[in-house]
T-cell receptor, first 117, second 115 residues
Framework: AQKVTQAQTEISVVEKEDVTLDCVYETRDTTYYLFWYKQPPSGELVFLIRRNSFDEQNEISGRYSWNFQKSTSSFNFTITASQVVDSAVYFCALSDPNQTGANNLFFGTGTRLTVIP | DTGVSQNPRHKITKRGQNVTFRCDPISEHNRLYWYRQTLGQGPEFLTYFQNEAQLEKSRLLSDRFSAERPKGSFSTLEIQRTEQGDSAMYLC?????????????FGDGTRLSIL
């Protein structure tokens, strides 16, 4: 069965600090997709990144970077030089097309990040 | 390109009443999903449409819940005989593609409160 674990419930950092959000996933299949979404206080889930299971290259987008390691079933997210606008709940999610034709997302419980000015 | 639109944003109703939510996906997105999110949790999948066909339902979707997507455009989610446990944020998402795993784009959600 699919499972996504975000062990960090809440994290607080001071502005300009770097912060890493952890995500560990479980799936039986070799083909799957991993996602990160941001949910600001307004409530809308904002897509940040998608990774497929065959692409282990790390990715950097501005202040955001992602570290995908299949050996440890982890897909961690780092924000460099955090800003107050980064304050939100961040969700890691897994999609396993072999298990469900819907490609629906299995979400973790989220990590609430607070950036203190 | 407008995003996913959901109405209403908030719904307060008494236990036992019926409620209906609407979702307008991004135009030309053939896939549409409904999720439910309770406080402190991640969204949980409820049901999925490909065009007008409802292809998958979660076991979370009890027989009091029904969803439709006539003509493959907007979708409605109805809850009959609401219960306290139905209080949650109901999220709609849409994506494009038949076989690929494109990102799902979410609306702002409808927050349901049962008195």
């Amino acid at each position: 069965a699919q499972k996504v674990t975000q062990a960090q419930t809440e994290i607080s950092v001071v502005e300009k600090e770097d912060v890493t959000l952890d995500c560990v996933y479980e799936t039986r299949d070799t083909t799957y997709y991993l996602f990160w979404y941001k949910q600001p206080p307004s409530g809308e889930l904002v897509f940040l990144i998608r990774r497929n299971s065959f692409d282990e290259q790390n990715e950097i987008s501005g202040r955001y970077s992602w570290n995908f390691q299949k050996s440890t079933s982890s897909f961690n997210f780092t924000i460099t030089a955090s800003q107050v606008v980064d304050s939100a709940v961040y969700f890691c999610a897994l999609s396993d097309p072999n298990q469900t034709g819907a490609n629906n997302l299995f979400f973790g419980t989220g990590t609430r990040l607070t950036v203190i000015p | 390109d407008t995003g996913v639109s959901q109405n209403p944003r908030h719904k307060i109703t008494k236990r036992g009443q019926n409620v209906t939510f609407r979702c307008d996906p991004i135009s030309e997105h053939n896939r549409l999903y409904w999720y439910r999110q309770t406080l402190g949790q991640g969204p949980e999948f409820l049901t999925y449409f490909q065009n007008e066909a409802q292809l998958e339902k979660s076991r979370l979707l009890s027989d009091r819940f029904s969803a439709e997507r006539p003509k493959g455009s907007f979708s409605t989610l109805e809850i009959q005989r609401t219960e306290q446990g139905d209080s949650a944020m109901y999220l709609c998402a849409s994506s494009l593609g038949r076989y690929s795993n494109q990102p799902q784009h979410f609306g702002d959600g409808t927050r349901l409160s049962i008195l």
